[in-house]
């Protein structure tokens, strides 16, 4: 079955500090690969997404992600975070050409300033 | 703005009652699948419409049901309500066949009393 695994539940950094959340998937076909962030009070938006070529994607706000097919992996970067970070990260993944799209647990990240 | 619109933002029912929720996707989109967040966790699938046809579904019993209109917008039905069920349900419309994400709405916060 597809799974999402995100390996920190709750990170709590300075701001300036170097990010990276963990997300390792679970699925044996060709997959779309997918983070969000839900600031506080607000609705789920797409912070970036791999479909295929270039494994490095960059998103808004500076953040990017690599997609490591053999680790099976899709970690979540930024190199110095802001208080403005501050949310809930969530990586998500469907099937190619598949609309179900299933999202990990979620990693709350605190950004004090 | 989100561009999927969600009602009621908030609702307190008692636990056996049942609930209809109401979504309106994003303008161009044809696809809605709905999400129930619990506190603290990952959005979980419940299930999607295409074409007013359930097209997919999570793992949620049969009091969870939906319906999709010609004009693309749904309703998700929760018969004998259980303190449980208190969540965020989201809703998130997409273009089938297009794999760019979702867009997510607000949700609607269900409260079983």
């Known amino acids: 079955a597809q799974s999402v695994s995100q390996h920190n539940h709750h990170v709590i950094l300075s701001e300036a500090a170097s990010l990276e959340l963990g997300c390792n998937y679970s699925?044996?076909?060709?997959?779309?690969l997918f983070w969000y962030v839900q600031y506080p009070g607000q609705h789920l938006q797409l912070l970036l997404k791999?479909?295929?070529?270039?494994?490095l994607v960059k998103g808004i706000k500076g953040f990017e992600a690599e997609f490591i097919k053999s680790k099976f992996s899709f970690n979540l970067r930024k190199p110095s975070v802001q208080w403005s970070d501050t949310a809930e990260y969530f990586c998500?993944?469907?099937?190619?050409?598949?609309?179900?799209?299933?999202f990990g647990a979620g990693t709350r990240l605190t950004v004090k300033p | 703005d989100a561009g999927v619109t969600q009602s009621p933002t908030h609702l307190i029912k008692t636990r056996g009652q049942q609930v209809t929720l109401r979504c309106s996707p994003k303008?161009?989109?044809?696809?809605v699948s709905w999400y129930q967040q619990a506190l603290g966790q990952g959005p979980q699938f419940i299930f999607q419409?295409?074409?007013?046809?359930?097209?997919q579904r999570g793992n949620f019993p049969d009091r969870f049901s939906g319906h999709q209109f010609p004009n693309y917008s749904s309703e998700l039905n929760v018969n004998a309500l259980l303190l449980g069920d208190s969540a965020l349900y989201l809703c998130?419309?997409?273009?089938?066949?297009?794999?760019?994400?979702?867009?997510f709405g607000s949700g609607t916060r269900l409260t079983v009393v």
């Open positions: 699925y044996g076909g060709t997959v779309n």
């Open positions: 419409y295409y074409e007013e046809e359930e097209r």
């Open positions: 998500a993944v469907n099937s190619y050409n598949n609309n179900d799209m299933r």
């Open positions: 303008s161009g989109h044809d696809t």
């Open positions: 791999y479909f295929s070529g270039d494994p």
């Open positions: 998130a419309s997409s273009l089938h066949g297009q794999d760019y994400g979702y867009t």
